[in-house]
């Protein structure tokens, strides 16, 4: 079958086609240069301050979902069969001001503007999940959004009273789902999408086993899943990423189930796809996991992506290392797994050859009676990037220390596991002592480095005092643990 060479979505009500769609034309671009719909705005080119927010509606194996995603690093060919709803787009009845925006004015939740339509689309998004939130589901809603003049009390005012203005049932994106479903699919036409100058193209594959060929023909491209990270490649570094394939539409990659005493998560899957069962079956990871990034980076950010680009300081690998997590990457029809620490080689490297991608995560599930905690320090609380990341499990049988498993990001050139420390707790009586004894082991595991996040003193101190308090967490609890995850 000849590839189609147009990307084609839905903007706000109309349908566009975009011929010749370079790898690293991002949406915020396209919308502010080529459409003039300039309520979308650039204000870190980075995905951290949330101006650049809009909706991006998708249709997957539960229908017709959206999600406030960062336009500034969505890159353009990535929204192929999507919605793209802007600021712009919202509307109340006979033209009177949507009800979050309404409520934002009678709130006085906006002082200089700039960042106000962010927080609108934010907001928006979550009014439709969620009509009535509490303070705390605003918080965590607005993770991703920074003003820098009202101190958020009135915007999270606002954002509690939007349901007095209106209800989700009522807004265009419920009366019109059924139709846009339909315009949506039409779209999806199995093909795959080959477009821009052949210097920086865009390729998506038409599904998993064709990622694999298309990877066999381009080995040197770059594989673009969410692009929270490949696209501040772009954005701040100004680096080539073309050819670029992109894996964001394809359903298959998204799997997340739990199979036996296992959860395969799929290497597309974004952070927010896996959170209900993460804190269903390992609830320890459930605060922990808001806590990376702010909202629009967990829905387009994936765990496989996460990995897959072998940052010492991602903020998944170390804490599924602990529990024992297995990658399986695939190169043409041939798969291997390995455990996922054996993916990380040295800093910059893993065992990945170029036409090979990371395909699914097995979790396993621990024991019931096991203790397991999720450990992350950076210098802001929300939307940052870790200083130290940990990820610990063990088990205690007759007050002996079993199967210890520690790991560890931002101590190393790779996320790593802490062999020595393991090895001072293992056969061990469940003890201060012997936790005083695996914190001083932790020098002969990592040499941490310093740097603007913090210096090496502090990372090492940090991790002793992270074994320290998974002690004191749960001392006195070890015939009944509990799960903890701390932030």
């Known amino acids: 079958m000849t590839p189609r060479t147009d990307i084609r979505f839905v903007l706000n009500g109309k349908d566009v086609s975009v011929p010749d769609v370079s790898a690293d034309q991002t949406l915020l671009d396209f919308l502010r240069l080529e459409r003039r719909l300039t309520g979308t705005k650039e204000g870190c080119a980075e995905g951290d301050c949330g101006a650049c927010t809009v909706l991006v509606g998708r249709l997957g194996r539960t229908g017709l979902a959206y999600a406030p995603v960062n336009a500034c690093i969505r890159f353009l060919a990535s929204l192929d069969g999507c919605h793209v709803v802007t600021v712009e787009h919202l509307s109340g009845h006979e033209g009177r001001l949507h009800p979050v925006q309404q409520a934002m004015v009678d709130h006085h939740g906006s002082q200089c503007g700039f960042c106000t339509p962010g927080f609108v689309m934010a907001l928006y998004a979550l009014w439709m ?34 349901s007095r203005y209106g209800t989700p049932a009522s807004d265009y994106l419920n009366t019109e789902r059924e139709a846009m479903t339909a315009r949506l699919a039409a779209l999806k036409d199995g093909r795959r999408v080959v477009s821009g100058p052949k210097d920086n193209l865009s390729i998506l594959p038409s599904s998993v086993d064709d990622l694999a060929e298309c990877l066999q023909t381009y080995p040197e491209a770059t594989i673009v899943a969410g692009a929270t990270d490949v696209g501040l490649w772009v954005t701040k570094f100004l680096r080539k990423i073309g050819p670029a394939i992109f894996t964001g539409h394809l359903e298959d990659l998204k799997t997340v189930e739990k199979q036996g005493r ?15 069962l993460l804190s269903q079956h390992l609830p320890h990871l459930t605060s922990y996991w808001d806590r990376i990034a702010g909202w629009q980076v967990r829905n387009m950010g994936t765990v496989g992506g996460n990995i897959a680009n072998g940052s010492p300081i991602g903020d998944t690998p170390p804490v599924l290392i602990a529990i024992g997590a297995e990658i399986t990457l695939r190169r043409g029809s041939d798969a291997r797994t390995l455990p996922l620490e054996a993916f990380f080689i040295d800093y910059g490297k893993q065992d990945r050859r170029p036409d090979e991608f990371v395909e699914s995560i ?59 420390a393991e090895a001072a707790l293992n056969g061990q009586p469940w003890s201060r002592e012997s936790f005083e004894a695996a914190a001083t082991a932790l020098s002969q595991d990592f040499s941490p480095l310093t740097d ?7 990372r090492m101190l940090t991790a002793q005092n992270l074994l320290r308090r998974f002690f004191l967490e749960h001392d006195a609890q070890t015939d009944t643990p509990v799960q903890l995850a701390c932030a």
């Not at 950076?378 to 200083?387: A, F, G, P, Q, T």
Request: glycine share 6%.
């Open 452 to 458: 603007w996040r913090a210096s090496s003193d502090y």
């Open 362 to 420: 097995r979790v396993p599930l621990p024991q019931p009676k096991a203790l397991n905690a999720a450990y992350k320090i950076s210098k802001r609380r929300d939307e940052d990037i870790s200083s130290v990341a940990a990820g610990i499990h063990m088990s205690v049988e007759d007050g002996i220390i079993r199967d210890a498993r520690i790991a560890m990001g931002g101590m190393a050139a790779t996320p790593k596991r802490a062999s020595a």
């Open 262 to 276: 296992h959860l395969l998560i799929g290497a597309g899957a974004s952070y927010t796809d896996c959170q209900d």
């Open 129 to 162: 999940q969620t009509p009535e939130p509490t303070e705390a589901q605003v918080e965590t809603a607005l993770q991703g959004n920074l003003c820098r003049c009202t101190g958020y009390e009135p915007i999270i005012r606002a954002a509690v009273a939007v």
